[in-house]
């Protein structure tokens, strides 16, 4: 008979599941801190014993780290994504930079369009709430804070659009971004007439997701990130200009 007995789940594998499902989902991050045993048991409505085993299962398996003294972390489970050889070869070549804005057009201009479909309200009231606070900083003209920003305004629509694939090969992307592996994001905010550039590009994507258009919000992703590839080739290009008249330079002075 195809049949077996029901077995009763152990509450540490109900909390493991739950946990499991929040790295999974995004909503728990890369060394975020859990919160003290206490405070999780009873959240969770379980006895501490039973939360002691759970957390020495994730642990088991390299989902959560302890830290003497500091508590339980979500592991930094997206540093295995590329080769620190690999990571080199990124930061040295330029066309890994343009094929990396092309690989972030392709899969954000997706999942702009998926979530234009798919969020639910909360979710896009989250990306509205991001790109409120890009104006303020906008009006700051604190280029740190504006590139940081950036980068939580696209991740967030990443997570709108509700593939936890693609939201976690696109954070390891992001972390490597953060790092300046491709290219320094806040070089981009120091031009006033860029700025104002971006700010508006963002404005069009968030338009385009509140009001619910696959179409619109794809294609302003899209439009958005060919101006990044097209600033930067220039930025590239005008860098190496510098160095070309700085060599001219040089070889006059010392004639």
Do not use: C
Request: hydrophobic share 40%.
């Amino acid at each position: 008979m195809p049949y077996t007995k029901i077995q009763t789940e152990k509450l540490s594998q109900s909390v493991v599941r739950q946990i499991e499902q929040l790295i999974l989902r995004g909503i728990l991050r890369p060394g975020e801190r859990l919160p003290s045993e206490r405070e999780l048991s009873d959240r969770m409505g379980v006895s501490r014993p039973s939360l002691r085993d759970a957390v020495a299962d994730l642990q088991t398996r390299g989902l959560l780290v302890s830290r003497a003294g500091a508590g339980i972390y979500v592991a930094e489970v997206l540093g295995s994504a590329f080769s620190d050889a690999l990571v080199q070869l990124f930061a040295s070549h330029d066309e890994a930079v343009f094929d990396y804005i092309a690989f972030r057009r392709d899969m954000e201009g997706l999942a702009a369009e998926r979530a234009a479909r798919l969020a639910s309200d909360t979710d896009l009231k989250v990306v509205d709430v991001i790109f409120q606070k890009m104006e303020a900083a906008h009006l700051k003209r604190d280029p740190t804070d504006e590139a940081a920003l950036d980068a939580e305004f696209h991740l967030s629509i990443i997570e709108a659009s509700h593939n936890v694939i693609m939201l976690h090969m696109m954070r390891s992307m992001y972390d490597l971004l953060r790092q300046g592996v491709f290219y320094n994001r806040q070089m981009m905010f120091r031009n006033r007439t860029t700025r104002d550039m971006l700010l508006d590009q963002h404005r069009a994507i968030n338009t385009g997701l509140q009001a619910r258009d696959p179409h619109a919000a794809r294609a302003a992703v899209e439009a958005h990130l060919t101006y990044v590839e097209l600033s930067l080739s220039d930025q590239i290009k005008a860098d190496r200009n510098e160095a070309i008249a700085q060599q001219r330079f040089e070889h006059e002075r010392t004639r």
